[in-house]
């Protein structure tokens, strides 16, 4: 890996020149705002970019153009819709639960921001190293279904009530096959650890050197990842064309904008880990063989974070192609979907990839 | 064991719808350039094409002597679901046979009123209606939408039966 494109040289220089002006405990505080600071306006920003992505990427499956208005190629049109959704009144409605009701936006929102803290997005640019940062995720990311959950309850509307409890339902099955095909993966990392997770694959992706059982890790944590991320074609939770809008159907305002963003940034979330497991997050592309060496260099000159970022962004568009290809499932098929075929094949990978990884039979 | 080669065979077959599926909004997208059927409407008036099955609003056909097709049935009237269609007839005596004959006085068509649902065109026995391709039909104001849609002075058509 070229050191140029290390991004702790930057950050370790900001912290020396911090610690040369104030105390350790000043340094810290002021290292933290700035690090909140700027990962709101990653995810504001991100939000953004992913839904005109969207948009666009529906439009042109559909054979329509998408926003094409404001600004060159409609490229303003999010900014122009967030400040709409920011500058609109905030209300309650009359019979909802006004501190559940309130609460839920902030619960969804902080799930992918948790989950963020700890993924690497390029050389050096990860906010914390935690030697168990595979776990932590999932441990997170199951409090998403919870604020979903509590919007659903609090909102007092038949609507939101059904898609709650649809949304609990299916979140609840799926999780264990996101964890079981995570886990099929850490077989082989052997470690939880993010950043050593990446680190492992310097010689070439898993999804290469773990060949067969890699693969069906990789589509089986793509579907359920998309399941639990509430996207089509298992949005039932919203389902606009049966329940209005399911859980969020009595929010309005900047309290919808989160439950929106929350939905677009967990999307990046989930495929910023399918990158890390699968595809090497920020390690360039390399092949495990000795005559591939000259091949290898030539792909350590492109920077670690161009890498990473267009791997998820990768992964982004097969969950949109996912989306605006397929139908909704019904909740009957998506439970029988998660408890008669992908947890026994995930079971059954499991197995494999134990095998394959004692028999040393991988790359 | 013929439940389990349903069960893989479904995975299977699964599998390969969702990928025929994919195959299809695949190739919209990456040749959405040139597949596009979005028409930018306010912005290509001058090039704009309208298809020749859209339907503008209901209009009754006439031939170059003024004469139509219509004798006054009420059929069409019979089959609008808003009752955006009245028919005045009224009764003439044929010179020649000697017969009273009832024949179409006004073909009131109320286009407020009307869903472009295609009914009366289907309902009229002699063919009588058709829809055009017109648009920008708004106007200020309400009364100009009703319509009388045979011409002042057009007669029916010879051939036409009672
Ligand atoms: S198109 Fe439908 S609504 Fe309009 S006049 Fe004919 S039958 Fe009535
Ligand atoms: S337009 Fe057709 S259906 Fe209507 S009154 Fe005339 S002949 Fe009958």
């Not at chain 1, 038949?158 to 095909?181: C, D, F, H, P």
């Not at chain 1, 197995?351 to 040393?360: D, F, K, P, T, V």
Request: overall charge neutral; aromatic content about 12%.
């Amino acid at each position: 890996m070229n050191a140029i494109y290390d991004f702790s040289i930057l950050t370790g220089g900001i912290h020396e020149w911090l610690s040369g002006l104030m105390s350790p405990t000043a340094v810290m505080i002021t290292e933290m705002v700035i690090i909140g600071t700027l990962l709101i306006v990653f995810v504001a920003l991100m939000g953004l970019v992913l839904v005109l992505a969207e948009r666009k990427v529906a439009a042109f499956f559909q054979l329509r153009l998408g926003p094409n208005r404001v600004g060159p190629w409609g490229s303003l049109q999010t900014l122009a819709d967030f400040l709409k959704l920011l500058t609109k009144e905030l209300i309650t409605t009359k019979s909802a639960d006004k501190f559940l009701y309130n609460l839920a936006p902030f619960i969804v929102m902080l799930t992918p921001f948790l989950a963020l803290g700890v993924i690497p997005f390029a050389p050096g640019l990860q906010i914390m190293d935690m030697n168990i940062g595979v776990f932590f995720i999932t441990a997170v990311s199951s409090m998403g279904v919870l604020g979903i959950l509590i919007g659903g309850w609090a909102s007092n509307n038949k609507y939101s009530l059904i898609g709650g409890m649809r949304s609990a339902a299916m979140v609840v099955s799926y999780e264990l096959s996101v964890t079981l095909a995570i886990m099929t993966m850490v077989i082989m990392t052997e470690s939880l650890s993010l950043s050593e997770i990446v680190a492992s694959q310097s010689d070439g992706w898993w999804i290469i050197k773990g060949h067969i059982p890699a693969l069906i890790a990789f589509l089986l944590y793509l579907t359920a990842s998309t399941a639990e991320t509430n996207r089509g074609p298992f949005d039932l939770a919203e389902a606009e064309s049966e329940l209005t809008a399911g859980f969020h159907t009595e929010y309005g305002g900047i309290k919808f904008a989160f439950f929106f963003l929350s939905e677009f940034v967990n999307m990046l979330v989930v495929a910023s880990i399918a990158t890390i497991l699968f595809f090497g997050g920020w390690m360039p592309f390399h092949l495990p063989f000795e005559w591939a060496v000259g091949f290898n260099h030539i792909m350590d000159f492109i920077p670690g974070i161009v890498w990473g970022f267009g791997k998820v962004t990768f992964v982004i568009f097969l969950m949109m192609w996912f989306r605006w290809t397929f139908p909704r499932l019904r909740i009957d098929q998506i439970l029988n979907l998660e408890w008669k075929y992908l947890l026994p094949m995930n079971l059954v990978n499991f197995l494999l990839m134990a095998l394959i990884a004692l028999s040393g039979f991988y790359l | 064991m013929s439940t389990i080669i349903a069960y893989f065979k479904g995975i299977g077959q699964g599998l390969n719808t969702l990928w025929t599926g994919m195959k299809v909004t695949g190739y919209y997208f990456f040749h959405a350039r040139k597949e596009i059927i979005t028409m930018q409407y306010p912005d290509n008036r001058d090039t704009l094409k309208i298809p020749e099955r859209f339907r503008g609003r209901v209009v009754m056909l006439h031939d170059q002597n003024n004469e139509h097709a219509c004798n006054g049935c009420t059929m069409c009237e019979m089959a609008c679901p808003n009752g955006s269609i009245k028919i005045i007839t009224d009764k003439i005596l044929n010179p020649e046979t000697g017969k009273v004959v009832r024949i179409i006085d006004k073909h009131i068509y109320h286009f407020s009123m009307c869903t472009l649902c295609n009914l009366c065109v289907q309902a009229c026995p002699s063919n009588a209606l058709a829809m055009d391709n017109s648009y920008e039909n708004s106007v200020y104001d309400r009364s100009e939408l009703t319509f009388v849609l045979n011409q002042p002075g057009s007669k029916i058509r010879d051939n036409v039966k009672d």
